[in-house]
């Protein structure tokens, strides 16, 4: 057999061309046959459109020429929708929507019937890839319409200082509780893993006065604070000194009620042995009394019961002396 390329001409045989055609088809239909499942994937196989099986990650065999279909799933991967807001080029395309969009899923109105706007995410895993793929015709755009109707029916229920301030973290448990049951009934195929609130704002024509009110009541806060500050430190400190004081009260009570108790015993004891013997009791009494007075005076003068007068015994030009 001969071929003509360009003015030469090549004589083939049957059997060479035999087998590179045989060669050419055996490599087209591994190629239609053989694929691979990617680490964080599982595989949805379909044959003539209809399910099949569920393949784990790994090198499989299929049936060839599109006999059979094979969907990965990223079911080991964590993915993400961002309401509000978000950065174009994602790997996941169900993740951001466009401008105008983004406008109008961040507009809500609060339960005291004010305007808010409000930018959150989600975070969830593919946990049924047959139920995600087969029960709604777009999954991730349901998701999306579920999570936005769950927070719009969270936020209404709140006013607008809840929304802005105080209550974001009962709004992202709230959510997360609702969006979890209501994508189990729905069977979506997905299972829920966080709801995070990101800028939460009123509308920006009124955000100079909200930062103006904002910035009263963190004043007000501050003030608070430091007032019970204040408090904490000098109602302490009052009640320690009052409490000191109504101890050492005490403590002087007892001490002089002992010294009256101890004066009176010491009394009674004296009067015993007075009625006993008055003369003795007397004396002792006397020299006792005498022995505590003399020490602590200065000049002693003794004299006898037959001086009549002490001037004569007297220095008066001199300073008497010391003992």
């Keep these: 057999m001969e071929i003509r390329v360009g003015n030469t001409y090549y004589n083939i045989r049957p059997r060479l061309l035999l087998i590179v055609a045989g060669a050419a088809l055996a490599i087209s239909l591994l190629s239609t046959v053989i694929y691979t499942v990617q680490a964080e994937s599982q595989g949805i196989v379909l044959r003539f459109g209809r399910y099949v099986k569920t393949v784990e990650p790994g090198l499989h065999f299929k049936l060839p020429y599109g006999l059979d279909q094979v969907l990965e799933v990223p079911v080991r991967r964590q993915l993400k929708q961002e309401f ?50 087969f029960n709604f015709r777009e999954p991730g755009e349901t998701l999306r319409d579920v999570s936005e109707s769950v927070m719009r029916e969270v936020v209404g229920d709140r006013t607008v200082d809840e929304v802005i ?77 009052a409490e000191q004081r109504i101890s050492a009260a005490e403590g002087y009570a007892v001490k002089r009620i002992n010294e009256a108790q101890g004066d009176a015993t010491r009394f009674n004891a004296l009067l015993a042995e007075y009625l006993k013997a008055p003369e003795v009791t007397r004396r002792r009494i006397y020299l006792e009394t005498m022995e505590e007075v003399l020490p602590q005076v200065r000049s002693k003068i003794i004299l006898d019961d037959k001086a009549s007068q002490p001037l004569p015994l007297l220095q008066l030009g001199a300073e008497p002396k010391r003992p």
Aim: glycine fraction near 8%; charge should be negative; aromatic fraction near 6%.
């Design 84 to 133: 509000g807001f978000g950065a174009f080029g994602s790997s996941n395309p169900t993740q951001v929507v466009s401008a105008d969009e983004q406008d109008a899923e961040r507009s809500m109105v609060t339960g005291d019937l004010n305007a808010a706007t409000v930018e959150w995410i989600i975070q969830y895993r593919i946990n049924n890839p047959r139920a995600f793929l």
């Design 165 to 241: 301030t105080i209550g974001r973290q009962e709004i992202e448990s709230e959510a997360l509780v609702r969006l979890q049951a209501v994508v189990k009934k729905y069977g979506i195929g997905v299972g829920i893993d966080q709801v995070q609130l990101k800028n939460v704002n009123p509308p920006i024509p009124v955000q100079p006065s909200f930062n103006e009110v904002n910035q009263a009541q963190q004043e007000r806060e501050k003030s608070i604070n430091v007032a019970n500050g204040e408090y904490n430190r000098a109602v302490p400190r009052a009640r320690g000194e």
